[in-house]
């Protein structure tokens, strides 16, 4: 199988290149949560356990006092080297550690999952932490399936569940989620979702809720559906959840694991990036029935042995957070959706606003400057001309199937993760230049 760099991240590099406001690659650029930097902060400096506790304690007078009974003048010090002071000359956590992740971190999974959807998987048997959900579906797929078997995504896809696919010599069954905007929803056709489930050579249906491209949250009765296939004909689901918490207008997230029959055949993907707004510190986990626990960490440490240490506290810190900061998550994102809906609508785009995610999904047919384009050139000329950087619908579904022209030829997908000035900037460029 030829791999090629992701087109997503192609428009990021064609982005800088021209200077355009990147509204492509899905990561913001606002500060992390503070407390899980903190957390990863007192781990590099702290070293140890003690260490770590003893700055939690710290005050400034005392940094100032151990500073000056080093002989240095702490007020006039450069703020590096009176932090070196606290450093801990004996280390633990810049090192190699578990590969399946620190026990601390997969308590506090444990402890958040069953917070919010009343399961708690066992940290011993259950929880992998993998580098970021890219690397928990690869990992799931090589420890879950062998070549040949197939496995059903739903498209628009994240482009990573069939090209990861094709490196494990899997072979994704597309299914076609439609766009009724009158309705302002995105359907899942149970019909064919059925037809595709049947086929003998599906082990595994990707779920992907809230969904990235179109902001689908998929409702309970669609995903009790899901789990009825799933036990009917003897398959896995792999859900990706990373958008948990980014919801709006009422729509509520539910965990496919709890649904019946689901607990031995749901492998449950999650990671901090977009909660914790840290795409970058690539730390994930995964939860898998007991029983497949040791296949999957298997081909987890072999491939990568483990997530950074460091980081992993500061994710500790990250779960650990109380519901009100999980809970004022997808307020924010509501205000720059409603702000992006609104503008791109005014020149022209016509879209059904999403129900969670921070994506837009917008048709650009009636937009005069792109009308006559293609998905790949509408996107380029936005880049080029506009100052605005998205990603082409047709990367979101199959070359091979019909719907890749017919569907995603009409779509841009836009991010609305970026800060509202970023955002604001780019809608005036839109009305500017279109
Ligand atoms: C649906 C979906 N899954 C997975 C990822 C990658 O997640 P991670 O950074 O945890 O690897 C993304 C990133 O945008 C995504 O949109």
New binding site residues.
């Given amino acids: 199988m030829k791999l090629s760099e992701t087109v997503i991240r192609l428009m990021t590099r064609l982005a800088v290149e021209h200077r355009a406001i990147n509204l492509s690659?899905?990561?913001t650029d606002e500060a992390p949560d503070y407390e899980m930097t903190w957390g990863a902060i007192a781990a590099l400096l702290g070293g140890t356990q003690e260490g770590i506790d003893r700055l939690e304690s710290m005050t400034l007078g005392d940094l100032i006092s151990l500073s000056e009974g080093a002989g240095g003048n702490a007020s006039k010090m450069p703020l590096k080297d009176l932090l070196s002071r606290l450093r801990n000359p004996y280390d633990q956590f810049s090192q190699y550690s578990f590969p399946f992740g620190i026990r601390e971190l997969r308590v506090a999974i444990a402890d958040y999952t069953e917070a919010f959807y009343g399961h708690r998987p066992d940290p011993e048997d259950q929880i992998t932490v993998v580098?970021?959900?890219?690397?928990?579906?690869a990992a799931t797929y090589r420890a879950f399936f062998s070549p040949g078997d197939a496995v059903v995504v739903m498209q628009p896809f994240?482009e990573?569940y069939p090209s990861q696919a094709g490196i494990f010599g899997l072979v994704p069954k597309f299914i076609t989620l439609r766009e009724d905007r009158d309705r302002g929803s995105w359907d899942l056709d149970r019909d064919e979702l059925r037809r595709a489930m049947s086929d003998p050579a599906v082990r595994a249906i990707i779920v992907?809720t809230p969904?990235?491209p179109t902001g689908k949250v998929l409702s309970e009765e669609e995903l009790a559906f899901i789990a009825e296939l799933c036990n009917e004909y003897d398959c896995f689901a792999i859900t990706?959840e990373?958008?948990e918490h980014i919801i709006y207008d009422g729509h509520r997230h539910h965990y496919l694991c709890a649904f019946e029959g689901m607990a031995d055949r749901t492998i449950t993907i999650n990671?901090i990036?977009?909660t914790g707004k840290s795409?970058g510190w690539?730390i994930?986990w995964v939860i898998t029935p007991p029983e497949h626990t040791r296949a999957l960490r298997a081909v987890h440490d072999n491939l990568v042995v483990q997530a950074p240490t460091p980081l992993q506290k500061g994710a500790v810190d990250l779960l650990r957070r109380d519901a009100q900061f999980f809970a004022g998550i997808a307020p924010k994102y509501r205000i720059k959706r409603d702000r992006l809906v609104a503008g791109l609508r005014s020149v022209g785009f016509a879209l059904t606003p999403p129900e969670g995610?921070y994506y837009l999904f917008a048709d650009y047919r009636k937009v005069t400057a792109l009308s006559g384009f293609d998905s790949f050139d509408a996107a380029m000329h936005l880049i080029k001309e506009v100052g605005v950087a998205t990603v082409p619908g047709d990367n979101f579904y199959s070359p091979d199937t019909p719907e890749a022209k017919s569907e995603g030829g009409r779509y841009l997908r836009f991010a609305f993760c970026r800060s509202l000035e970023t955002l604001e900037a780019a809608i005036e460029r839109l009305h500017r230049n279109l």
């Fill in positions: 690659q899905g990561f580098l970021g959900a890219s690397e928990g579906m994240h990573i992907n969904h990235n990706d990373i958008y990671s990036s977009k795409t690539r994930g995610a």
